[in-house]
C-alpha cells in the first residue's frame, strides 16, 4: 500500500467513525422514538463550531483574517466535550416544537425551516462564526506534541473516531434495549395512546432530542477536529437527508442498521466517490449525487421501507422462566400482580408517590373511601357551534360497573375523552378521588389511576403483545432516561414482576400463544383484548372502555364481560361505553344514558327500558 | 416616509407572488393531505420552462402560460407517480403523512438537482422589459410590478369563483373535509384528487414564473428560501384555508419587505421564519384554520 492510499483508507475510516456517530443519534430519533428531525444537521453543526472556537485562539491571533466569538485556546478533549455539551443544549428550545402534540410531518417542517434559516444566519452574521467564509485552521487535537499529518497521529484519530463510534453504539443500544426504549417505541407507534397510558411524550422527545443532539454534536466536533474547516456550505438542509437516507436505507429502529447506513451512503457513496474522475460541466457529478440520494430514499421507502436490517423482534414471552411460581396460582388477574408486587417489595408500588393505590381495601386507598370515584360538574365540550357534550354532571361509584349508551353522536366517547384528558375540556369540572383534574394532562391522570382505552384499536402495531402489556407498566425503574443508562441490572426485578404479572394476564385472557406476535399482526378481537390488558397493566382505579366489546365474537364478549365483573367485584371501578344492550342487561348498572350530548336518565337497564323517551331516544335518534 | 412607500410597494408586490403560490400550496394540502415540500422545486422547474422558450424568443408572458402548463402536469404526474401509490401503500394516516414529508423531501433534491445538472449552477435571467415606471397613489412601481399585482388578484378571485360557486369547487372542499364521506356521497374523490392537483399545479407554475420575473435572475436551487416564505404564509393563515393562505401572504409580503427596508434586507426572511415558528408552537391551526388533527 503506498502512502497516499493508507492516509485515504484512514481519512474513510475517520469518516466512517463521524457518519456512524451521527447515524446513531438520528437513529435514535427517527428509528426509535419516531422523530422526524429534519433539523438534524444543525446539531452537528453547533458541535462542529463548538469544538472550533474552543480550541481556536483568540480571533486576532491570526492577523484577524477571520472573525468569530470565543477563541479560548483549550486543550484536547476539551473541545470534544464541549461538542456534545453544546450538541444537547441546544435541544432544548426545539423540544417546544416537537414535545407538544403537534402533527409529526408539521413538526418535521419546523425543524427544516428552523435549520434553513440557522445557516442563513449564520452565513450572513460574519461577527459570530466568519460568516459564509467559515472557519478554518482549526487546530487539531493535541498538535502541538504531535505532527497531525504523521501516520501515526492518523491512525490514532481513527482508532478514536471508531471508538467512540463504538461508545455511541453501547449508549443507545442500552436505551433502546430498555423498558425505556420500549416507551419510546411505543410513543412512535402511536403518540396519543402512549400519553394516555402515562407517557410523558414531552419529556421522553425532549431526552431523544438531548440525546441525539449529544451524538450529533460529538460527530461535529471530531469531524472538524480532523478536516480543521468548518463553514455553512458543510450543513445545508440536504447534509440531514443524507443521514436520513443512511438509517431508512441500514434499517430505521435497529442501530446496527443505522452503523451499516452511514457506511454504505454518507462515507461509501459521498467519501468514497470524491476522488474518482469528474465528468461533464462543473459540479454536473455532484448534482447527480444529490439526484442519486433522492433516489435512494425514495426508491427504499417503496421497495424496502424496513431497510437492510429491519427492527428485530424482542422475543419475551416464548421462555419460561416465570421467577415467582406463586404468582400464577393466585385466581384474578388483579390479585396476582398484587401477587407479583409482594414479590418484588420495593416494586413500583411501593416507591413512586404518583403511583394509584389501585383498590379499596388497601391502605393507600382507605384514605380516599369516597364511594364516588368520578363525578363532573356540567361538564362541556363544544366543537364550533356543536355542543357535543353539553353541562353533563355524573356520578361514578366505586366498585360499578357502569354503562354508558346512547345513540350515534350522543357525545359518548367526547364525554369519555374528557374524563380521561385525552380532550380539552370547554367547561365544566372533573372531579377524581375528591380531586379537581379537569386540568391535569391525560398522561398524569393515568398515572393517577384514571386509564381509557380507545374505540378504533389502538395497539402498539410495531411492538409485540408482550410488549405491549409491558409498556404499561407504571413506575418500572428503568423506564427513564437515567434508568435505562444505569442497565439491565438496575432495572431487571420491575422487568421479571411486569412480565410475571403480563404471563398471568395473557393465560386469563387466552393469548399466551401470541406473546410474540407483533400488535399490527392481530386480530381485530386480539386487539381489543390487547387493549384491555394493556389498561389493566397500568393498575388502574378507574378504567374507561370504549366500546371494548366492538367487532368482537359474542362468545369472548361475554368473557370479557365476566372478567370485567371480577375486577369490579375487586374494588375496580369501571365505566364502559357499549352498544350492544345484552351486554348492558347482564353485566352493567347502573346505566347512563345521552343523547344530543345530555344525559337522559340513569338506573338499571330494566328502570331505563320503562321510561319512552328513553326509548324513543334510541329509536329515533 | 417615502422609504415606507417604497417598501409597501416592495412589500405589495412580494405578497402578490406569495399569494399565488401560497393559495395553491395550502389548497394542494387540504384536498390531498401531502405537504408537498417539492412545491418549491416545481416552482422553479417551471420557471425554467419559460426560460427555455423565452431563449427561444417567445414573450415570457406566454412562457408564463406554458410554465402554469407545466407545473399542473409535473403536479399530477408527481401525485400519480408517487404520492398516491405511496399513500395507499401504507394506509395508516399518521405514517403516510410521515413517510410523504420524507418523500417529498427526497424529490425536492431529485427535481432540484436533476435540473441543475441540466441547466448548470448559475443563475440566469429572463429577457423583458420592465416597461415604464408608473406612479400610482404614492406607489413607485415598474409596469411589470403592477402587471404581478393584477395578475395576483385575478388569480385571488378566480380560486375564490372556483371554491365558492362552482361544482368543482364545492367537490373540493368536500373532500378536504372528509375524503372517505365525499366518496360516500358520490364524489368521485380520486378525480378531484387530480383534478386538484392539476390547479394548484398551474398555479405552482405561474408562481415560480412570477417568482423569477420579480427575483431578477434565479437558479435551480432559488426557491429554498422562498419555500420557507410559503410555508410561513401558509401557517399563519391556516394550513389547508385557502383564504388564510391570501391574508398570510398579505402580512408576510408586507413584514418581510417593510423591515427589509427597516432593518437589513439579509435578515428579511427571518421575520417570516419567526412567524412560522410561533404559529407553529402557539397556534398550528393558523388564523383563519380551524382545528388541525
Known sequence: MTTAQLYYLLNLLIYAGVDIIACLGLSQQFGVAGLTNFGFIIFQAAGAYTAAILSLPAASANGGFQSYIGGWNLPFPVPWIGAAIVGALIALPFTFLVGRRLRGDFAAVGLLVTAVMINLLVTNYRPFLNGSAGLSLVPAPLQGKYNPQGAGYQWAYA??????????????????????????RAMRDNDIVADSLGKSLFAQRTSVLVLGGALAGLSGGVLVGYITTWSPGAWGYAETIVLFAAVIIGGAGNHRGAILGAILVPVGFEEATRYLPAFGPPGFVDDLQWVAIGLLVVIFLWFRPQGILPERRRIIGATNNIPNEDVVSLPGPLRASRGAMAASPDGPAARTSMQPAPFAGSPAAAARNDPVVLRTVDLTRDFGGVHAVAAVSIE???????????????????????????????????????????????????????????????????????ENLLSAVPGNRGDSLAGSLRGRRYWRRDEDAAIARARVLLERFGLSGYADTYGGDLSGGQRRLTEIMRALMTEPTMLLLDEPMAGVHPRLA????????????EGMTILMVEHELAIMDEFCDPVIMMAEGAVLATGTMTDLRARTEVVEAYLVG | MSLFLASLGFGLVTAAVLAIAAVGFTMQFAVTDVLNLAYGAVMIASAFVAYALNQAG????????????????????????????????????????????????????????????????????????????????????????????????????????????????????????????????????????????????????????????????????????????ILAAVFLGGPGSAYGAMLGALIIGLATEISAAYITPSYKDVIAFAVLLIMLAVRPSGLLGTAVS
Open chain 1, 159 to 184: 482508532v478514536a473516531a471508531l471508538l467512540l463510534a463504538a461508545g455511541a453504539f453501547w449508549l443507545v443500544q442500552r436505551v433502546t434495549e430498555s423498558p425505556y426504549g420500549r416507551s419510546l
Open chain 1, 396 to 466: 361514578v361509584r366505586r366498585g360499578t360497573l357502569t354503562g354508558l349508551i346512547g345513540p350515534n353522536g350522543a357525545g359518548k366517547s367526547t364525554l369519555l375523552g374528557m374524563l380521561a384528558g385525552t380532550i380539552p375540556v370547554t367547561s365544566g369540572q372533573v372531579i377524581y378521588q375528591g380531586n379537581d383534574v379537569t386540568h391535569v394532562p391525560a398522561y398524569r391522570r393515568a398515572r393517577l389511576g384514571l386509564v381509557r382505552t380507545f374505540q378504533l384499536a389502538s395497539e402498539f402495531k410495531r411492538l409485540t403483545v408482550m
Open chain 1, 558 to 569: 361475554r368473557q370479557i364481560g365476566a372478567q370485567l365483573l371480577d375486577l369490579c367485584a
Open chain 2, 58 to 229: 417567445v414573450n415570457v408572458w406566454i412562457g408564463l402560460l406554458a410554465a402554469a402548463a407545466a407545473g399542473a402536469v409535473g403536479s399530477v404526474l408527481l401525485n400519480q407517480g408517487i404520492y398516491t401509490p405511496f399513500q395507499r401503500r401504507i394506509g395508516d394516516a399518521a405514517r403516510s403523512r410521515i413517510t410523504l414529508v420524507i418523500v417529498s423531501l427526497g424529490m425536492t433534491l431529485i427535481i432540484e438537482f436533476g435540473l441543475q445538472a441540466i441547466v448548470g449552477g448559475t443563475s440566469v435571467s429572463y429577457t423583458m422589459s420592465q416597461g415604464p415606471t408608473v406612479r400610482a397613489g404614492g406607489l413607485v412601481l415598474t409596469a411589470v410590478q403592477f402587471v404581478i399585482i393584477g395578475l395576483a388578484v385575478v388569480v385571488m378571485a378566480a380560486v375564490h369563483g372556483l371554491l365558492r360557486y362552482t361544482k368543482l369547487g364545492k367537490a373540493m372542499r368536500a373532500t378536504s373535509a372528509n375524503r372517505s364521506l365525499a366518496r360516500n356521497c358520490g364524489i368521485r374523490t380520486g378525480r378531484i384528487v387530480t383534478v386538484t392537483w392539476a390547479v394548484t399545479g398551474a398555479l405552482c407554475g405561474i408562481a415560480g414564473t412570477v417568482f423569477a420575473i420579480n427575483n431578477g435572475s434565479f437558479g435551480a436551487t432559488s426557491a429554498d428560501l422562498f419555500l420557507v416564505v
